[in-house]
């Protein structure tokens, strides 16, 4: 097919005929795609997988497989310093996991506060929030006053940015006006210990089943996170509820 066009020319099934091989035009969009193959619908930026069953999806909008997560030695829940294999949190029921890029970021903060508000639905069909970082440092704050006391886990390995690929972030984006706004309309908490190495990488929000991850996804470039309603949609998706 060359570039542009909006029609495919395939050969006459009657190629044994005298005058040779003929052809006919079939548009496109009369054409049945292979069953295989899963139609994907976006919105805002976001990809869900549109599979045929509720539960058949093993990706969302990336690349990042479940064995990759799996067995991922963590500490925790946060003030508990057990290690604990991460496979456990979406053994028993799906998890919705964010990642903090660092715990003493204030716009990071504002991400997570604004889940708490959606919690009772994630209650509601039976989802667990989790929370991890790759270092404690603000943890006990972090966790007080931006994530209701709900679990926190520590990566210290960053094993799970590191499957996901999350980009290390530009000084630069903290200059974009997005970034400045938001910064103004957030409540200042936290501090700036945590700004190291370690929080050179932006975080990401993942809804993971023991069949499956059904949604991934970086920060951007204005260091937000997946909206609430967003990883809903997933969730339930993830507990086998029609779209």
């Given amino acids: 097919r060359t570039a542009g066009s909006s029609r495919m020319k395939v050969a006459s099934e009657n190629e044994g005929n005298d005058a040779g091989p003929s052809t006919s035009e079939i548009p496109l969009a009369s054409q049945k795609l292979p069953e295989q193959v899963v139609m994907v619908s976006c919105e805002e930026d976001v990809c869900l997988p549109q599979a045929p069953e509720p539960m058949g999806a093993t990706e969302a909008n990336g690349s990042t497989k479940l064995e990759q997560l799996q067995g991922i030695k963590l500490r925790g829940p946060y003030p508990s310093q057990n290690l604990v ?3 456990l949190l979406w053994a028993q029921r799906p998890a919705v996991i964010m990642i903090v890029r660092r715990m003493g970021c204030s716009l990071c903060r504002h ?3 604004k889940m708490l508000q959606l919690k009772f639905e994630f209650d509601k069909i039976g989802v667990d929030l989790v ?3 790759n270092q404690d440092i603000y943890a006990e704050d972090f966790v007080q006053d931006a994530w209701g006391g709900l679990p926190l886990y520590i990566d210290e390995e960053d094993r799970f940015r590191e499957a996901m690929g999350a980009p290390v972030y530009k000084g630069l984006w903290l200059c974009k006006p997005a970034v400045i706004k938001k910064s103004c309309t957030v409540s200042v908490s936290g501090g700036p210990k945590d700004i190291n190495k370690k929080a050179n990488r932006v975080g990401g929000d ?4 023991n069949h499956g991850i059904f949604f991934e996804r970086n920060e951007d470039s204005t260091f937000s996170h ?3 309603s967003v990883l ?4 339930r998706k ?3 509820f029609a779209e």
């Avoid at 809903?232 to 969730?235: D, P, Q, R």
Wanted: net charge positive.
């Fill in 131 to 133: 929370a991890i970082s």
């Fill in 238 to 240: 993830a507990r086998g």
């Fill in 226 to 228: 997946t909206e609430p």
């Fill in 85 to 87: 294999s991460s496979s």
């Fill in 232 to 235: 809903l949609k997933a969730a």
């Fill in 206 to 209: 993942l809804v993971i089943a």
């Fill in 111 to 113: 991400s997570f506060k």
